[in-house]
């Protein structure tokens, strides 16, 4: 079946230093989210991205999607302490159904 | 307030038992999903709906079961069959639409923690 992959699985860094997170899909994907889940809470929404060679800002975040439709990045310039979590990509295969990346933890040492 | 709601929070249950775990919302969201988490893990989609009387199956869905009697509801049981079912189990939904403001978001609940003793 589809598989949504994600590396690295672990990231840690020093406040300050830059993170990416890379999402690869075994298949073409309709649009690509991204989400950020908080040790103990829930996936939170942070972006869609639907276009090819798509990119999208959010003050320190930036996402893009590639050429091809089947892989996505996220990178953190900067990073606090209250980036501290996991990163989720999530592709949408098909009307309504969504897989999730493996995701990537980022811990940022202060 | 408008939004998703799993109960129970924190369920225990014996091998051999089924157990229900409930997701409602007042969102008036079109689809529901079920996801499982397991430790230092990804979600991985257990059952699906886009309408009422209607679901389908994820990548994991065996020992699984769901209805859709409802929109606003979707429960989840984790039957006997299923090999492993301790995890953290999240509901979420979305509404179906393409116009201004329609950002694609999946809205999830707080989840739902099952330990099997």
């Known amino acids: 079946g589809q598989q949504v992959m994600q590396i690295p699985q672990y990231q840690h860094v020093q406040e300050g230093e830059d993170f990416t997170t890379y999402c690869n899909s075994s298949?073409?994907?309709?649009?690509i989210q991204w989400y950020k889940q908080r040790p103990g809470g829930h996936p939170v929404f942070l972006i869609q991205?639907?276009?090819?060679?798509e990119v999208k800002k959010q003050k320190r975040l930036t996402f893009q999607f590639g050429e091809a439709k089947k892989n996505s990045s996220l990178h953190i310039t900067a990073t606090q302490t209250t980036d501290v979590g996991t990163y989720f990509c999530?592709?949408?295969?098909?009307?309504?159904?969504?897989?999730f990346g493996t995701g990537t933890r980022l811990k940022v040492l202060a | 307030d408008g939004g998703i709601t799993q109960s129970p929070k924190y369920l225990f249950r014996k091998e051999g038992q089924n157990v229900t775990l409930s997701c409602e919302q007042n969102?008036?969201?079109?689809?529901m999903y079920w996801y499982r988490q397991d430790p230092g893990q990804g979600l991985r989609l257990i059952y699906y709906?886009?309408?009422?009387?209607d679901f389908q199956k994820g990548d994991i869905a065996e020992g699984y079961s769901v209805s859709r009697e409802k929109k606003e509801s979707f429960p989840l049981t984790v039957t006997s069959a299923q090999k492993n079912p301790t995890a953290f189990y999240l509901c979420?939904?979305?509404?179906w639409g393409t116009g201004t403001g329609y950002t694609g978001e999946l809205f999830f609940g707080e989840g739902s923690r099952l330990t099997v003793l």
């Open positions: 999530a592709g949408q295969a098909g009307t309504y159904k969504y897989i």
């Open positions: 298949t073409t994907l309709s649009n």
């Open positions: 991205l639907v276009k090819s060679g």
């Open positions: 969102l008036n969201h079109d689809a």
């Open positions: 709906s886009q309408i009422v009387n």
């Open positions: 979420a939904s979305i509404p």
